[in-house]
């Protein structure tokens, strides 16, 4: 697999996806309406950030009726890995990230009829 490092680059200096990545890489896999309301924007804004991380090929999905999940690639080349997990471990201590983390802990809280299926 080849990815691209100068698109990798510019996909994270937007403060969006800088945030998406975050909380795809600290959870296995997350849905496009819990990603909006953790990161408190709307589900376009939300679709939009994961739409470019998954052209860039650092993202794959699945579907499952109306809902798709998003999930860091498995196949991901071994610099990226490193970048990744530098990227998350500086972002742990961000109070924006930490914020975002909270709200979608919440999420996991929420009556199984208010989520995702």
Known sequence: MHIEKTKVFAALSNPVRLRCLYLLATNEEICVCELAEA???SQPSASKALANLK???????????NWIYYQLRNDLPSWTNVMINAV???????KVCTADEKRFRRLALRPRELACP
């Open 39 to 41: 990161l408190q924007i």
């Open 55 to 65: 052209s860039i090929e650092l993202l794959s999905d699945r579907r499952e009726a």
């Open 88 to 94: 998350v471990g500086d972002l742990a201590g961000d």
